[in-house]
């Protein structure tokens, strides 16, 4: 049979580990969900500015467009200029300035080309990037509402655990009740331990037969001399 009161403090120590594994759950799932708005909120900034990049694309091209079409009615201009002058000279000069547009074009209308050949690709990434985000945005729905259901879940969870918890708190020892609860505090893991071998389950330095052997046959509770943690006895 095994000590009453270990019993007692085990049954304790795994409520309150599920406690204390239920209310770290809890804490977490709200900074999921953020982590989850966060992510949708720069995946949909990063495919505005994709937009907005395309669209300028389209714009720089549509002004080029326009200078190309300002310099094609200066050549007509430069034309009836010539048809209306008698003077060799200014015909001359008329046919430079028509060489000069002309080749402006040229370098304009090569430019223009480049720009609509970008403005396809980028076309072609934007429905990419909107198919990618819609995926995203869908997965991210259900990835929330199931986290907002594991939150209804545990928190229906821990007010059980709790429950436990506390009846199993009544069952220990008042007087061992606060040492428990303080190795557990200093220890963060685990405040009570079985003794494997001769040695210590938490620290797992070798114990003193002393304390083995008030550990297997004592009425009360044993320490650890090293690390503090409370030793039972466990039965094979
Ligand atoms: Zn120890």
């Given at each position: 049979m095994m000590n009453p009161t270990v019993e007692a403090v085990l049954v304790l120590q795994e409520r309150d580990t599920k406690v204390t594994a239920l209310t770290a759950e809890l804490e977490d799932l709200p900074e999921q969900i953020e982590a989850i708005e966060r992510e949708a909120a720069s995946r949909a900034a990063k495919f505005d500015e994709l937009k907005n990049n395309t669209r300028k694309i389209e714009a720089e091209r549509k002004k080029i467009d326009l200078e190309v079409k300002g310099k094609e009615s200066a050549i007509a201009r430069y034309k009836s200029q010539q048809q209306q002058t008698r003077k060799n000279e200014e015909f001359a000069a008329l046919n430079h300035e028509i060489e000069h547009a002309e080749k402006e074009i040229s370098a304009l209308e090569d430019k223009e080309l480049e720009l609509m050949e970008a403005y396809d690709q980028g076309l072609v990434r934007v429905a990419e990037g909107q198919k990618e985000l819609a995926a995203f945005q869908e997965k991210a729905k259900q990835k929330k509402a199931d986290l907002e259901k594991r939150i209804g879940v545990v928190t229906a969870e821990l007010v059980g655990a709790k429950e436990r918890q506390a009846t199993a708190e009544k069952a220990v020892p008042e007087d061992v009740l606060p040492r428990y609860r303080r190795i557990l505090k200093s220890k963060r893991d685990v405040a009570i331990v079985p003794i494997n071998g001769a040695s210590c389950?938490?620290?797992?330095m070798k114990l003193t037969s002393q304390t083995v052997l008030s550990a297997r046959t004592g009425e009360g509770i044993t320490a650890?001399?090293?690390?503090g943690r409370l030793v039972y006895w466990a039965e094979l």
């Open positions: 389950g938490g620290c797992h650890c001399e090293n690390c």
